[in-house]
């Protein structure tokens, strides 16, 4: 097991320095570069170029390489060509609202879509059981987008008390007002892009968590509890469940990368103040620093998430063993 | 939109300009909803306004985006600024003089104008502000502004000369502009020109306008508060909000729903819905923009290079039916380089009407005849055809494309389009010069001064400095439009104060251009502006409203 | 999908394997109406110039944003496009992208994940750290970035999203390819000497057909779908549109045509939720051993 971690984080540190030498190169073979974008025409080609040198962007790329990756070990992300800020503390500022949204629609997935799941197992082809894999085939075929703009069209266009875009009224906090006038404000903000991340969302973790109960249901085990005259509601709950969520809970770890950019579409359609925004303005800016320290973070949470899967995996299944 | 635009061109010694109010069909009136009770202005309450985007910047000296001047526009000031009439007034500096051979600006300052942070303001700060966007380090885009800048004279603390190395007349104009707002060196006076950007202060501005800083949220909104010890009149309103929202539809729910007191455009679509819901609370005014759109011809193309295929294409236009249909009627057409509000327009200019008949006879003397497929074919049996390359993300331009392009087809041209990205189209097209046409839109500013788009030292030079179609773009003369005379009247305009003279050279140049077609003109666009009636007192000039300090709110809406 | 106690009693001896398939492929319904749909769509998109009533760059400067009529059975755009006809395009534009970036995505995926799981060893562990890396990325980031910086045409699109998705794939051929390698008919090819290729072309790869095809038709749908989001995000391709394309150009103007947002949807939406059914019907038909 030991000798399986130690291997297993070095593979990890390779990856890690693969990725950041993919997103620093995506970024730089490509054509224009931020002068072309914050000068627009408002400078002529001729300042353009002298601009360009000033920033040192025609130095050779692997000295760019170096120096950047330099500071980013040491928790420097640079600053942004455009705006001139520490790209760190941008991307900090705007992080809360994200982890909000997600966070929220995270628990919405999991408390919906685990029982529904699991009931959906346990009356396997039953009607119940239909509906919900009907309902998961349209969660994943439907256009995230498309189902927010028409959220938008034939609910928030028509009903007052629900907001299409931002996250809070000013001047409504917490403390200041009464408690439910805050929370119906920040309800009424979160709702939309809240249904079409739980909906699409959903489909995936009720599939997975039917899947996993239906292979429970048919193990040795259970059969034997079963057998044993173990009444039926015992053994659904204390064996079945419980062995079920086991591998729920290794998806934890896939969930990292999902509360960093799981919400970049919805948070433009719906001017959420989250990084997705962000990241979506940044690459249009082709703002480097930020574009590639997006890249560079995404990525290693997906990393760190697929590591930690890997060590749930193995504490909450005592049966696997790794060579 | 506005923000695509870009570039400033060379203003007007505006001192004997008439601006009488306005443009057709858009009257700007001021939005005087009172009702006779106005006790006049009050202190207090909140004005709040919106834009779809993020500023780039809260320092006026490195911005190139129009949100970023339109929120150091409140904070910081520039030595004179332009008043309703769309002439110079004063501002920081309380008076100017020229001197006979027009190459020394002397300015002289206020001497009661505090920074924010209780600093006093003097010539220092306006030397330094100017001395920072000339430095090598520099890394905005306003030094163009002060190119023939030579040297710049403080006389005593509040008095300064700027001297010339040639006639530069607009240079008051820019000098009025909210981009060489001064900032205060006390401040910024230790660091690199360079590192100008990553100051903390570039985001936390200190300036001696009528309002402060007071907190900005990314993504969310910037807030200003009344400056109590300004130098001037008011300010009357407390707060300042401006939000920040991520796109046009956005901005207009907001303004809907009262989050935001003006805005700045509604989308056409809705100007009628609009007008009726909210009627009875906003003033709606109707600004020209000034600025304009336009297809620039590559002209040393092969087919392009004839000046009777430009003047084809120009007639197998209907440009009124492209402004209809996509700005529903919100425009105007454009003939020249001139939009129709300016002092220096020249009406006396061929109008384009679509005439396919017309159109025809050029295309046939040109060599053009119409092949069995509706194509237009010369001799050697070469299609007209070519490519226009444009931006991606922007609906108004691709419609405008779509319907020119169909237009065209049915004159017999070939005419396909190609889009990319911003950087892209810059990067491999714009700045290199290399197309056979491009659509894009200048903003424009009172002067008719074009030197930078049709003067030949501005198009693609070789290593002697003379106009080489191999040579490398230098300004943005991209089309690579080369007529000695032009280039003489350019120069002319540029030198002279007399304003009759000026009208006259710009009027010339109007016709030239009008006749020879470096581009081909299509429209100018009309914004519909919207304040809401509790704000009071809003000065109007022919471009946007102005002079926010003698604003107040309605007390009933405190 | 969920058939599989059911069908392994289902093989009959005297039936060629692509009978076999198509026998108990017609046995999902949903699936079956699906294929139907898509070749609907296909034969659409084949016959787009004769079907579509005008050009799809035609515009009617008297139907403005009109809403379906006679005339315009969807209704027409912003402009007075046809939006029949430029969904008619669309409908090629879509689907192309969405079997070409499929076709590039599993050719890619087989590809790595065939030549890790064959050889094993070093070459596995370097293929498989280079898939990690491409497949820890975000996809939306990545495909953003890189769509932003390519030139914009339709095939540079269709490449895009077929290079950003083929991670999947390449780890579970690699999955099969290991367990095959030690399986006892290529042992017992090896020990007749056979080259290795044949081994891997006879062998492994056709034994692993069945995952690759499932993964390949899911794979349009997903393909579709990201060329709808970019699009989305003004990234999209333009002309001819492809339904996202459409779908966007309408967004602004909801209130006033809803139909130019709400029909490219319904296409999007259900073109790709029939790829899934096919996909499906196919996972249980083509194997029936492959477990769920």
């Given at each position: 097991m030991k000798r399986y971690l130690i291997r297993r984080f070095i593979q990890m540190v390779i990856v890690l320095i693969g990725i950041s030498i993919i997103s620093f190169l995506i970024m730089h073979l490509a054509p224009g570069d931020p002068v072309d974008i914050m000068a627009e025409r408002n400078a002529t080609p001729e300042q353009k170029a002298h601009i360009r040198e000033l920033y040192g962007l025609n130095e050779p790329l692997p000295i760019q390489y170096l120096n950047w990756i330099g500071r980013v070990v040491k928790g420097d992300f640079g600053t942004s060509f455009v705006t001139g800020r520490?790209?760190?503390?941008?991307?900090?500022?705007?992080?809360?609202?994200?982890?909000?949204?997600?966070?929220?629609?995270?628990?919405?997935?999991?408390?919906?879509?685990?029982?529904?799941?699991?009931?959906?197992?346990?009356?396997?082809?039953?009607?119940?059981?239909?509906?919900?894999?009907?309902?998961?085939?349209?969660?994943?075929?439907?256009?995230?987008?498309?189902?927010?703009?028409?959220?938008?069209?034939?609910?928030?266009?028509?009903?007052?008390?629900?907001?299409?875009?931002?996250?809070?009224?000013?001047?409504?906090?917490?403390?200041?007002?009464?408690?439910?006038?805050?929370?119906?404000?920040?309800i009424s903000y979160i709702i939309l892009p809240l249904i079409v991340l739980a909906f699409s969302g959903m489909a995936g973790i009720a599939r997975y968590m039917r899947a996993s109960m239906l292979d429970v249901v048919h193990q040795d085990y259970i059969r034997t509890a079963r057998s044993k005259g173990l009444p039926e509601k015992k053994v659904v709950t204390g064996h079945a469940f419980r062995n079920a969520l086991l591998p729920i809970v290794t998806l934890i770890g896939f969930e990292l990368p999902i509360l960093f950019s799981g919400a970049v579409i919805i948070e433009t359609i719906f001017s959420w103040p989250g990084i997705g925004l962000l990241a979506v303005n940044a690459i249009s800016q082709q703002d480097y620093m930020i574009v590639m320290a997006f890249n560079l973070l995404g990525a290693t949470m997906t990393v760190i998430g697929m590591f930690l899967a890997d060590i749930l995996y193995m504490v909450v299944d005592p049966r696997i063993k790794l060579e | 939109m506005k923000k695509y635009l870009g570039i400033v061109v060379v203003l007007l010694l505006a001192t004997a300009v008439i601006f009488s109010g306005c443009t057709n069909g858009a009257t700007p009136t001021p939005s005087n909803g009172d009702n006779g009770e106005d006790a006049g202005p009050v202190f207090g309450g909140m004005y709040t306004y919106g834009f779809s985007g993020e500023p780039a910047t809260l320092n006026p000296i490195l911005s190139s985006d129009s949100i970023t001047s339109g929120i150091t526009n409140f904070i910081n000031e520039s030595l004179i600024t332009l008043d309703e009439n769309l002439e110079f007034a004063p501002e920081l500096a309380h008076d100017w003089e020229i001197s006979e051979d027009g190459l020394v600006l002397t300015f002289y300052l206020r001497d009661d104008v505090y920074w924010h942070d209780g600093e006093k303001f003097t010539a220092e700060d306006v030397k330094f502000t100017y001395e920072m966007i000339l430095d090598p380090g520099y890394t905005g885009v306003q030094s163009s502004h002060l190119k023939f800048v030579d040297d710049l004279v403080i006389v005593n603390d509040y008095e300064i000369e700027i001297h010339l190395s040639q006639i530069d007349v607009p240079i008051l104009n820019r000098i009025?502009?909210?981009?060489?707002?001064?900032?205060?060196?006390?401040?910024?006076?230790?660091?690199?020109?360079?590192?100008?950007?990553?100051?903390?202060?570039?985001?936390?501005?200190?300036?001696?306008?009528?309002?402060?800083?007071?907190?900005?949220?990314?993504?969310?909104?910037?807030?200003?508060?009344?400056?109590?010890?300004?130098?001037?009149?008011?300010?009357?309103?407390?707060?300042?909000?401006?939000?920040?929202?991520?796109?046009?539809?956005?901005l207009l729910s907001a303004?809907?729903?009262?989050?935001?007191?003006?805005?700045?455009?509604?989308?056409?679509?809705?100007?009628?819905?609009?007008?009726?819901?909210?009627?009875?609370?906003?003033?709606?005014?109707?600004?020209?923009?000034?600025?304009?759109?336009?297809?620039?011809?590559k002209q040393n193309h092969k087919f392009l290079q004839d000046q009777n295929v430009r003047q084809a294409l120009m007639y197998s236009l209907d440009r009124q039916s492209i402004i209809d249909v996509v700005f529903q009627g919100y425009g105007t057409v454009i003939n020249s380089h001139s939009v129709p509000f300016s002092w220096a327009h020249n009406e006396d200019v061929t109008e384009y009407e679509q005439d396919l008949e017309k159109a025809a006879e050029l295309f046939a003397e040109a060599g053009f005849t119409k092949g069995a497929d509706g194509y237009l074919y010369n001799e050697d049996g070469e299609k007209l055809e070519f490519v226009i390359v444009s931006m991606t993300g922007e609906e108004d331009k691709a419609n405008v494309i779509a319907l020119v392009i169909e237009q065209w087809k049915e004159a017999g041209a070939d005419v396909k389009v190609e889009y990319y990205e911003r950087s892209v189209l810059f990067n491999q097209y714009l700045d290199v010069g290399e197309f056979e046409s491009y659509m894009w839109g200048w903003n424009l500013s009172v002067d008719p001064d074009s030197f930078n788009q049709f003067h030949s030292s501005q198009a693609k030079l070789n290593e002697a400095g003379e106009p080489d179609p191999d040579g490398t773009l230098v300004g943005f003369n991209d089309v690579e439009y080369i007529n000695p005379h032009v280039d003489a009247l350019l120069e002319a305009g540029r030198a002279t104060y007399d304003m009759q003279e000026r009208i006259e050279i710009y009027g010339e140049i109007q016709q030239i251009l009008n006749e020879e077609l470096p581009y081909i003109f299509l429209y100018t666009t009309n914004d519909v502006k919207a304040m809401h009636n509790k704000v009071k007192n809003v000065v109007w000039s022919p471009l946007q409203p102005i002079d926010h300090h003698v604003w107040y709110i309605d007390p009933a809406f405190h | 999908m969920?058939?599989?106690?059911?069908?392994?009693?289902?093989?009959?001896?005297?039936?060629?394997?692509?009978?076999?398939?198509?026998?108990?492929?017609?046995?999902?319904?949903?699936?079956?109406?699906?294929?139907?749909?898509?070749?609907?769509?296909?034969?659409i998109a084949i016959l787009a110039p004769i079907i579509s009533p005008y050009g799809y760059d035609q515009t009617n400067r008297d139907n403005i944003m009109s809403g379906p009529s006679r005339?315009?059975?969807?209704?027409?755009?912003?402009?007075?496009?046809?939006?029949?006809?430029?969904?008619?395009?669309?409908?090629?534009?879509?689907?192309?992208?969405?079997?070409?970036?499929?076709?590039?995505?599993?050719?890619?995926?087989?590809?790595?994940?065939?030549?890790?799981?064959?050889?094993?060893?070093?070459?596995?562990?370097?293929?498989?750290?280079?898939?990690?890396?491409?497949?820890?990325?975000?996809?939306?980031?990545?495909?953003?970035?890189?769509?932003t910086l390519v030139e914009r045409s339709v095939f540079n699109v269709m490449l895009v999203i077929g290079l950003t998705s083929w991670t999947g794939l390449a780890r579970m051929v690699r999955g099969q390819f290991l367990s095959l390698r030690e399986s006892d008919y290529v042992e017992a090819a090896r020990?007749?000497?056979?080259?290795?290729?044949?081994?891997?072309?006879?062998?492994?790869?056709?034994?692993?057909?069945?995952?690759?095809?499932v993964n390949a038709t899911?794979?349009?749908?997903?393909?579709?779908?990201?060329?709808?989001?970019?699009?989305?995000?003004?990234?999209?391709?333009?002309?001819?549109?492809?339904?996202?394309?459409?779908?966007?150009?309408?967004?602004?103007?909801?209130?006033?045509?809803?139909?130019?947002?709400?029909?490219?949807?319904?296409?999007?939406?259900?073109?790709?939720?029939?790829?899934?059914?096919?996909?499906?019907?196919?996972?249980?038909?083509?194997d029936p051993y492959l477990k769920r």
């Open positions: 520490p790209v760190l503390e941008m991307i900090l500022e705007r992080l809360p609202a994200t982890l909000i949204l997600n966070f929220w629609a995270m628990i919405i997935i999991y408390l919906i879509a685990v029982p529904v799941g699991m009931i959906s197992a346990l009356k396997q082809y039953s009607w119940f059981d239909h509906v919900v894999t009907t309902v998961a085939f349209f969660g994943r075929a439907l256009p995230q987008f498309w189902f927010a703009l028409m959220l938008i069209y034939f609910i928030g266009l028509r009903f007052g008390g629900v907001q299409i875009s931002g996250m809070a009224t000013w001047g409504v906090n917490w403390g200041v007002q009464p408690f439910f006038t805050v929370l119906q404000d920040r | 009025a502009a909210a981009a060489l707002g001064i900032i205060p060196q006390h401040i910024f006076g230790e660091v690199e020109a360079s590192a100008l950007r990553e100051h903390p202060n570039s985001w936390d501005p200190i300036g001696t306008g009528p309002y402060k800083f007071a907190e900005y949220q990314s993504g969310r909104h910037v807030v200003l508060t009344a400056n109590q010890d300004y130098w001037g009149e008011g300010p009357y309103i407390e707060t300042i909000m401006i939000r920040l929202y991520q796109d046009s539809q956005t303004f809907e729903n009262g989050d935001i007191d003006f805005i700045d455009r509604i989308p056409v679509e809705d100007i009628d819905r609009i007008k009726q819901t909210m009627g009875d609370d906003v003033t709606f005014v109707e600004i020209a923009n000034n600025s304009y759109y336009y297809i620039g011809l | 969920a058939q599989q106690t059911a069908t392994i009693k289902d093989i009959k001896a005297d039936e060629t394997y692509l009978k076999m398939v198509w026998r108990r492929f017609k046995k999902h319904k949903l699936a079956v109406i699906s294929l139907l749909f898509i070749l609907t769509i296909a034969l005339e315009h059975i969807l209704g027409t755009d912003r402009i007075g496009r046809d939006m029949f006809t430029r969904l008619v395009w669309g409908a090629r534009i879509s689907l192309s992208v969405g079997l070409v970036a499929a076709l590039v995505s599993v050719t890619v995926g087989t590809l790595i994940g065939a030549t890790a799981g064959y050889f094993g060893g070093i070459i596995d562990d370097i293929l498989m750290r280079f898939t990690e890396m491409v497949m820890s990325f975000p996809v939306i980031f990545l495909l953003l970035t890189i769509v020990a007749l000497g056979a080259k290795n290729s044949r081994i891997v072309i006879k062998h492994m790869l056709l034994n692993s057909m069945a995952p690759i095809i899911l794979q349009v749908g997903t393909a579709i779908l990201a060329e709808s989001s970019l699009s989305f995000l003004g990234l999209g391709i333009t002309s001819p549109p492809s339904w996202g394309t459409i779908l966007n150009s309408g967004r602004f103007y909801m209130r006033y045509a809803p139909w130019i947002t709400i029909f490219p949807g319904l296409l999007i939406f259900g073109t790709v939720l029939a790829f899934n059914y096919i996909g499906d019907g196919l996972r249980d038909a083509l």
